[in-house]
């Protein structure tokens, strides 16, 4: 996992750290599932079914990163041009889905097989009508097959205090267990244009001049 900054190290003591105009800070948390892995078929909703997204998705899937994402903040997608897009979309080493419903979909899962230190669950989410209705679960349980046909070591992922209020729990009844933390600074996108100003009211908007 990588940390900003000259040094490379957080600040360890106590005390409140006043950060930039404009800029947000995190309190992100690392979770690990170490193999072997307990892999069970995904119990998907009646009627909910998983599309593997190609090279050509990519309206789509910045459509549904944005549904998913935009309420918590997320970005990195909506700022990707269409060719970054595509390259993604492109990468053996990627597999992006969508979870859909008369044919709308309803929820993502992005796996990043790059690294050697094992699988990223790099976003995950559902729509917000979709909270508590088994479709993220079916989206982790997807994640740890995945990771079991790939024979991968190790799946980790990371949420932070942007996300829903049970998204911890959530992965600790999986089998996750939090192994480190951080603290993420970044620009406010609601002050910078990216999003919407309104988006995120429990997150504050703090102008600056």
């Known amino acids: 996992m990588k940390m900003n900054g000259s040094s490379g190290v957080l600040p360890t003591e106590n005390g409140y750290y006043p950060l930039a105009p404009g800029k947000l800070a995190t309190f992100t948390v690392y979770y690990e599932y170490s193999a072997p892995f307990t892999v069970k078929s995904p119990k998907w909703p009646t009627g909910t079914t998983l599309d593997r997204l190609g090279p050509h998705d990519g309206p789509r899937y910045r459509s549904l990163f944005r549904t998913v994402g935009e309420p918590l903040l997320w970005t990195t997608r909506i700022r990707a041009s269409d060719e970054e897009l595509k390259n993604i979309l492109s990468d053996p080493h990627v597999e992006i889905f969508a979870a859909k419903r008369d044919d709308k979909d309803i929820g993502l899962i992005e796996l990043n097989f790059k690294s050697k230190e094992g699988v990223e669950i790099v976003y995950i989410g559902v729509i917000s009508s979709e909270n508590g209705k ?35 729990r959530f992965y600790e009844r999986f089998g996750f267990k939090p192994i480190s933390t951080a603290v993420e600074i970044m620009d406010d996108p609601r002050l910078n244009g990216i999003l919407p100003r309104d988006l995120a009211p429990h997150i504050p908007l703090v102008p600056f001049d």
């Open 134 to 168: 088994r479709v993220g679960a079916g989206l982790v349980s997807h994640a740890l097959l995945r990771a079991h046909e790939r024979n991968a070591h190790r799946l980790w992922l990371h949420t932070c205090h942007f996300d829903s209020p049970g998204a911890s």
